[in-house]
């Protein structure tokens, strides 16, 4: 059975740092890469970062670039998300989920991927107050 499982979330301050974990079982970093999305109550789910953890290429959304960073431990079978100066506009539910590698080609872009993911997380509330 394949699932994966978010954790890390929390209420944070502007300015503050969280860490997000998504463990994963009944696959291997070989199948998928793994993406981190966020979807924000009223606004549709968009993708934030992702890893292609056989080649260690990473992928970042512009609005977090400089800010997250994605990475990823085989023996864990665990991908991470550090957050750091958060604002509230990263206020939303993040989740983790499968990316075809082949998505993450060329001219790439998380609208696409966002609707290929095949499996989801069930998502870890961010929460960033002012």
């Known amino acids: 059975e394949i699932r994966l499982v978010e954790s890390g979330g929390g209420l944070v301050q502007t300015g503050g740092s969280l860490r997000l974990s998504c463990a994963f079982s009944?696959?291997?970093?070989?199948?998928?890469?793994i993406g981190w999305f966020r979807q924000a109550p009223g606004k549709e789910r968009e993708g934030v970062s992702a890893?292609?953890?056989?080649?260690?290429?990473?992928y970042y959304a512009d609005s977090v670039k400089g800010r997250f960073t994605v990475s990823s431990d085989y023996a864990k079978n665990t991908v991470y998300l550090q957050m750091n100066e958060l604002i509230p506009e990263d206020t939303a539910i993040y989740y983790c989920?499968?990316?075809?590698?082949?998505?993450?080609?060329?001219?790439?872009?998380?609208?696409?991927?966002?609707?290929?993911?095949?499996?989801w997380g069930r998502g870890t509330q961010v929460t960033v107050f002012s």
């Open positions: 890893i292609n953890a056989d080649d260690n290429r990473t």
């Open positions: 989920g499968t990316v075809p590698f082949h998505l993450l080609e060329g001219a790439w872009s998380f609208k696409k991927i966002v609707r290929w993911v095949d499996y």
């Open positions: 009944g696959f291997a970093f070989d199948d998928w890469a």
